[in-house]
């Protein structure tokens, strides 16, 4: 059994890991650590717990675990590293951003289990990807893994509202989001830098521009991404391309129908699904961007880094619709 | 022309009377008082009437207008009647709660067109009534008008989430609300007092319990009350009573099918139907909680205050989907 | 390892058993029958199946089986069963309305398990309940089991759109569902049938009304029902009734604040919450109507015939968002 | 008084035309034609009128009226001109594809008020735009106008689901379309060929490609366009050079903001924004795709084609929420 602490627990990314972990076979939650609710029971919060866990939210304790998943939020992990003396051998995963860029200097490896799997089974510490950053990257790494790219890339990614975590605002606000569509971050977003340079670890002469749309879509859960260049494969060696790339990754899948979110809801899958149109290959993909977008991949992360199949408790019940 | 002025410009129901009053023929708004947002157009916060018109926040004279609309709030009415002196004949109408009961001690008549139109005619301040108390009025005022009222009244009744206003919180936030639904103040909704007094205006002698559950739905505007009671009458006498009720009175109509809340929503209309099951009669009413809920009542109480026709400026395109 | 036939495996309740049967460590799919779908992967119709199984739609083959579940809608099992010679000692779950009055010619158990375990677990043939009448009994069947029942009850159930099956029709549009409500066969749902007998079951001289107003909700799943009756207990009593009933049913819980939908979808569960408010007491039940509504159920019905924890196979992430 | 009459009442256009119409201060409604409903109330159909009109489904008559609007659907109005002899003199606005392409040969003009405002003033017959096509050109004209078109353009549009129609099918039904999104008909949507021929109208040698992934959102109403392309014009130049296009055009509004959907939604507005990324030109452009994308321009273009303001009848409350 893994025993593992959850730092930060009253999150949306936290309620995430709990929703896996109490159902997980090789997993003791040991705690779940909360400043705000500390001694209160987690199924209080995470509602949809009731019943299925008497878990209490507590302070940590490094000295009964193998591995930390840090749930804090952005820019939170670093202060968290240095304000408290963990123990050498802890393993750790960050939800964060924190320490995504390669060159941190904490040795943390970007935890994208279809890109670097072998790193990851020997690392202390991970950087989970963001949420974007998967859905994107999934639909890219096999070109770039075969020096594929040519010319600029367009991406139009659309995501559910729970990638704004859970802080009421404005645009958080049902009245407003209900029926409702809009963009943000246009060509700007952060989660260029870690696509970037996923994309550059495999072809790294590529240095054409990623034109990267984000919108707020009007849904819970899930992000779908179109993306497509230039490319002189037919469409049959694309798909074989990716075909290959995937074979020996659990979670995805090259679909022969157009995906829709919902296909992946509430699992840790992501679909991706090519089309060929003169000389452009647009790839669709999508996950749930909790999951594989956030939690389902960091318990993938802990399989890989425990030695365990990387399904192991990820074989969830689609949510259907 | 009647000049207006609105306080309290920036929230949901003021908006809602702009995007009503900058087309009524018979209006001029005046001002529109914004404490937070004086200076800023009223496009940058009620972003719908870009292109619609270039009105400014001001701030309020009372020597520019007949009458002013106070849509600051659920108890905040008052403090502004004590805080500011205002012109002797300047007609009010206030959407909030503070004045709603009968004896108020400011004379204000309770702006239930269905109810009071004689009075309202010859008033100067209007108390305007609640989003669910004015559609479970609606359906249940025929029956108290004729004494019918025997036994209990059982009230179930789901309204949009812009009936909770728009500051942000746990119960707004879009990844909560979404595709949920869950009850709220179950017996002991507020609206209750002036349903009850407004049943004893017309049926004095009733005594009996409203059981009244309130809902909140996953859309942002309608309200769906199913009422039912005991009653001694054919399904075809009391669609009789129904329509002599109503037959002066333009906005309500009984429908002979099942009406779903967006048949009236974006209009200020209520859709009545009835059932008769056993010796219950069942009956459903649904209004749009921020027109025939909110500030389209108010333009229509305006109107018949004023002796304008009391459709004028209210003849609105549907939503339809 | 139990081996299972679908027949009808194309619609909904189909599908949502082999999200679930796929992950069940005791279970062992040996055909999934279809006549429209004949010879494609079951992951062509159910499209979130993608990756998860190679399965095919293929005919029946009772020899294989020790059980098959009846999805073929309502009104066909008992053609189905006429037309078919099966194996005398084959199970059989429906998820019809065929077999579920208590005198039918068959000798099936109407498959509650939190009214029904014992006789559940003898029987080889379950009429599984339907989704209305599972979340509306296990609000109501403690007051029944200890003959608290006096007046008459009150039922106001919304229900998601998977409750009205696969076939498109002018309700199930989403033009017209989307941010709409409805009531549909008020006070006349087949399912009072049903509602009805399992109350006499355990309080046989009750004869007074069930009034039951079903909504269609605009979400696509689970059942919110709001119940209240005249009750001489105190809150306190009727929870601790509450508790004492369920206490050896794992599915079912109490809970301390209010519910909503959102917090069972996707798992077998019920959460219930008492409120009382003078005379009456108030339960609020929620389930997912695809899951402890139906299939999830159907689950929980085979694990007690086989001896099997209930819970066996259906310890599910919830979808919380 | 303008005399219309509507020709296949039943569908969605035609609901809207009549929530539009019968509130038209210049407007008579001589007939609604439907084959399917003759005889019964429109409001039986176009449930939302109930109240607002008494009008029946009738049998076309053309000598009653000085324009019909076609709303048949698409493939139909050419068999409807060859089956039917029309006065000679009857203006005719067709909402179908059949005669928008420029040399069709019965001299429909291509009626975007925007584009051809003073072929539509001299016009009998209108060829009323696609949906998809108003909300994009209008993005684009303006550079087209000024011959700045010299790249690619990557367009990515989601519509709401009324832009499908109402007959039910898989992709419209609720359990579906509810919380998802899906790509269809990538790069090859007929709306290029409309959207193609009036970018050529003002720019005659622009011959690179338009790359157009249209995505069915999961609301009612509305539609987003994303547009990018390269532009050696600084983001003020750019906008001073829409601002100058849409100078003499009522609905077309430029913001400082980031626009939504809902900002349009229930208006025949369009709202459009740039802001600029290296050497990229983002144009953001939303319509109400029934209104500016359909029965809202047809009623535009019923007013410049009858000499009245482009605005009469089109002064919409939006919805807001």
Redesign the interface.
């Known amino acids: 059994m893994i025993n593992v602490g959850i730092i930060g627990g009253a999150g949306?990314t936290a309620?995430?890991l709990l929703?896996?972990l109490?159902?997980h076979p090789e997993v003791k939650i040991a705690f779940v650590q909360s400043t705000s609710h500390a001694g209160q029971p987690i199924a209080?919060v995470?509602?949809?717990?009731?019943?299925?866990t008497d878990l209490i939210f507590a302070k940590a304790d490094y000295t009964l675990v193998d591995l930390i998943f840090i749930c804090s939020g952005h820019g939170k992990t670093k202060a968290f590293l240095e304000q408290n003396e963990l123990p050498e051998n802890l393993k750790i995963i960050d939800l964060s951003t924190d320490y995504r860029p390669k060159n941190n200097d904490k040795g943390f490896i970007y935890g994208l289990p279809e890109l670097n799997k072998v790193s990851i089974a020997k690392a202390d510490k991970i950087a989970n990807p963001g949420c974007f950053a998967s859905c994107i990257e999934l639909g890219i790494l096999p070109l770039a893994a075969s020096e594929k790219l040519q010319e600029e890339i367009?991406v139009?990614a659309?995501t559910?509202?729970?990638g704004a975590g859970?802080n009421?605002?404005?645009t958080?606000?049902?009245?407003?989001?209900?029926?409702?569509?809009?963009?943000?971050k246009?060509?700007?977003h952060q989660h260029l830098a870690e696509i970037t340079e996923s994309i550059l670890q495999l072809q790294p002469e590529y240095e054409k521009?990623i034109?990267f749309?984000p919108?707020r879509?009007?849904?819970?859960?899930?992000i779908?991404a179109?993306i497509?260049t230039e490319c002189n494969m037919t469409l049959e060696e694309a798909k074989e391309l990716y075909q290959n790339y995937y074979s020996e990754h659990?979670?995805?899948?090259i679909?022969d129908?157009?995906?829709?979110?919902?296909?992946?809801?509430?699992?840790n899958?992501c679909?991706l699904y090519l089309?060929k149109?003169?000389n452009?290959l647009?790839i669709?993909s999508v996950i749930d961007n909790?999951l594989k977008g956030a939690s389902g991949q960091a318990v993938q992360n802990m399989n890989v880094m425990f030695g365990l199949n990387e399904k192991e408790g990820l074989?969830?019940?689609?949510?259907?619709?």
Chains 1, 2, 3, 4 share one sequence.
Do not use: C
């Open positions: 949306y309620g995430e929703r896996i109490i159902w209080n995470h509602k949809d717990l009731l019943g299925d367009h139009n659309i559910g509202s729970t859970q009421p605002t404005t958080s606000h049902f009245s407003w989001k209900n029926n409702n569509v809009a963009v943000y246009a060509f700007t521009a034109n749309i919108v879509g009007n849904f819970s859960r899930g779908m179109t497509y659990s979670f995805v899948s679909s129908s157009i995906p829709d979110v919902k296909q992946v809801v509430n699992t899958k679909v089309e149109h003169g452009k647009m669709i909790l074989g969830l019940k689609p949510i259907g619709f």
